[in-house]
């Protein structure tokens, strides 16, 4: 599976971003689909997960209640909409297919969150 991430920015805290990520190569629509991030010197760090239907999510406790995980089968792609934005928010985002990675990784989408 081959994925493409799209979206990112430079925004002030406070603002929304909507990301983006296309997969092609596999069956979209039979993967849970993940969020990761990555800031410099960090690993990847989980953010969100949807099941393949979307009826189930599951957000990590530094994004919940802000961060919201979607999906389009028809579309092959999955979106992390991202509201109330904080400077710790700032990193390289990614997806892949859950709950293992097992796609190729994209080169991920830059999210920069000014004070």
């Known amino acids: 599976v081959q994925l493409v991430e799209s979206g990112g920015g430079l925004v002030q805290a406070g603002d929304s971003l909507r990301l983006s990520c296309t997969a092609s190569g596999g069956t979209f629509s039979s993967y849970t689909m993940d969020w990761y991030r990555q800031t410099p010197g960090k690993g990847r760090e989980f953010v969100a997960r949807i099941n393949w239907s979307g009826s189930t999510t599951y957000y990590a406790n530094s994004v919940r209640g802000r961060f919201t995980i979607s999906r389009d089968n028809a579309k092959n792609t999955v979106y992390l909409h991202m509201n109330s934005l904080r400077p710790e928010d700032t990193a390289i985002y990614y997806c892949?297919?859950?709950?293992?990675?097992?796609?190729?990784w994209g080169q991920g989408t830059q999210v920069t969150v000014s004070s």
């Open positions: 892949n297919t859950g709950p293992s990675p097992g796609g190729s």
